[in-house]
């Protein structure tokens, strides 16, 4: 059975993390007994991020049985699963193949690679490369798209932001399908 924390693992989220922030913002109004949500956004956000994963959760242990079934319920099952539980913690890795980097540097350190997600483009992350340029003594940042799904890599241009990027993305993938 998929725990909730492994589903929200998937979608990059720490919920040790995410309770620690809703316990800081609780302890910020004085410990009340009941923090309304709308006096503090994260509270709203966690509790449907809670209510969302529980949902998949039930939603997932329903497809177990059929998981390894040789029909189309195996293959409907199959396809819940896979699509429910993309793993984000890959767009690195993805980023660095597309980019011929190795896992180290020369001198043994790892590439310089982060990542956040993007609100409105569930499937994208935005992976940041830095690079420092001792020669000119600075810190060259590159952002890229990564598809959490296909690994697809798009290079931000520097005349667009990461949300014009992702929105022309978008805009690409809805007329391929």
Known sequence: MTS???????????????GATVDEHRLMSMNKDLVLADHF????????VEQLGDRLHRILKLTEGFLGRDDDAGELARAITSAA???????????RRYLGLAATNADGSAPLFSDVPLYGYPDLRCVTHGILDH????????????????GTVTRVPDTMNVFETAALIGNQETHRG
């Open 4 to 18: 909730l924390d492994t589903i929200l693992g998937t979608a990059g989220i720490d919920p040790t993390d995410l």
């Open 41 to 48: 956004p994260v509270e709203d956000l966690a509790a449907g």
């Open 85 to 95: 539980l993309t793993d984000v913690a890959g767009v690195k890795d993805s980023l």
């Open 135 to 150: 020669q000119r003594r600075t810190f060259v940042r590159n952002n890229y798209l990564v598809s959490v799904s296909t």
